[in-house]
């Protein structure tokens, strides 16, 4: 079984504030890294933030410090998105990610090659 499901995206103004829910359950892993990826359209895919599972390292892009906070319940295969103060620019599909617990490191949101098991999509969308 491999099933990964993101919720809670929807439409909002600029500066408004959305959360974002993902619940992961892979056959075969116990414990696993989890991360938020994001595509708008015409426009490559882009890691968002992530937590390692070792360590419980978090990791963000640049556009989003300050302003996303991500959270994880590692034993409950469940990643959240706190986004804060949205923007127009931050409009796109977000893509939950899962990998292996000891396949995540700072450089794991640089590629999204380096991870395994992908969720269909919640769609945000920021007017200005």
């Known amino acids: 079984q491999r099933q990964v499901v993101e919720s809670g995206g929807g439409s909002v103004q600029a500066g408004g504030s959305l959360r974002l829910s993902c619940a992961a359950s892979?056959?075969?892993?116990?414990?696993?890294?989890m991360a938020w990826f994001r595509q708008a359209p015409e426009k490559d895919r882009e890691g968002v933030a992530a937590v390692c599972a070792v360590g419980l390292r978090t990791y963000y892009v640049d556009s989003v410090k300050a302003r996303f906070n991500v959270s994880a319940n590692i034993d409950q295969h469940a990643l959240y998105l706190q986004m804060n103060n949205l923007k127009p620019e931050d409009t796109a599909m977000y893509y939950c990610?899962?990998?292996?617990?000891?396949?995540?490191?700072?450089?794991?949101?640089?590629?999204?090659?380096?991870?395994?098991?992908w969720g269909q999509g919640t769609q945000v969308t920021v007017s200005s």
């Open positions: 990610a899962v990998v292996a617990k000891d396949k995540c490191d700072s450089g794991s949101l640089v590629s999204e090659r380096r991870w395994k098991f």
């Open positions: 892979i056959s075969g892993y116990s414990t696993y890294s």
